[in-house]
């Protein structure tokens, strides 16, 4: 079965440090693979995706994410956190099994220190 | 996103009680998605629409409905509501293509009693 894994729930950093939200699958195919950030009250906000091409995907409010598709990875980075980085990260990957619908990550909440 | 609308955003009932969430989009995408969001649980299909005729079944559709009634509209039906179903609600859209984004609405949060 086609699956994505945030193993982190929860990831605190300090303001202006490097911060990396983890994410995993397992796909048949080649994967699709998405960050989505949400804060709260609100709808998710899509921030960058992988297809193909460059490992290093950019994305929107400085942040970036390295595909590895020998370690089937795709994790969120930034070189600098901001206090405004706190929200709740998903991961999402397409499922070519299920008519090319996402399936998503459990989410991991962001915590941005002072 | 302001261009996926969702009504109402808060709603309390009863159980048995027939609810409808409705949504509705100006970015004039052809498909349409239902979620609900548990905490830990992430995101959870309930049905989606590529255009007006299609509609499809997600990963939990059980208890629940809806209605493609244009291009721009998208209802979820509750036809008797339990207290299991007590959930935050998302409307999405996108544009053809698996490897399109999707645009979120800022959520339905359904309480039942």
């Known amino acids: 079965a086609q699956s994505v894994a945030q193993p982190e729930d929860q990831v605190n950093v300090a303001e202006g440090n490097p911060l990396t939200v983890k994410c995993t699958y397992s796909?048949?195919?080649?994967?699709?693979l998405f960050w989505y950030v949400q804060y709260p009250n609100r709808g998710l906000q899509f921030l960058l995706k992988?297809?193909?091409?460059d490992n290093l995907v950019k994305g929107s409010y400085g942040f970036e994410a390295e595909f590895n598709k020998s370690q089937t990875s795709f994790h969120l980075k930034k070189p600098s956190a901001l206090v405004s980085d706190s929200a709740l990260y998903f991961c999402?990957?397409?499922?070519?099994?299920?008519?090319?619908?996402?399936?998503w990550g459990a989410g991991t909440k962001l915590i941005i220190k002072p | 996103d302001a261009d996926v609308t969702q009504t109402p955003r808060n709603r309390i009932t009863k159980t048995g009680k027939r609810i409808m969430l409705e949504c509705s989009q100006t970015?004039?995408?052809?498909?349409m998605y239902w979620y609900r969001q548990d905490p830990g649980l992430g995101l959870r299909l309930i049905y989606y629409?590529?255009?007006?005729?299609?509609?499809n079944k997600g990963e939990i559709s059980d208890g629940y409905s809806v209605s493609r009634q244009a291009q721009a509209k998208f209802s979820l039906s509750l036809e008797s509501a339990i207290p299991n179903q007590t959930a935050l609600y998302f409307c999405a859209t996108s544009e053809g293509g698996s490897g399109q984004p999707q645009h979120f609405g800022d959520g339905t949060r359904l309480s039942i009693l």
């Open positions: 999402a990957v397409r499922d070519s099994e299920s008519n090319y619908q996402l399936i």
């Open positions: 992988y297809i193909t091409g």
């Open positions: 796909v048949s195919g080649n994967p699709y």
């Open positions: 629409s590529f255009d007006v005729k299609d509609i």
């Open positions: 970015k004039g995408h052809d498909r």
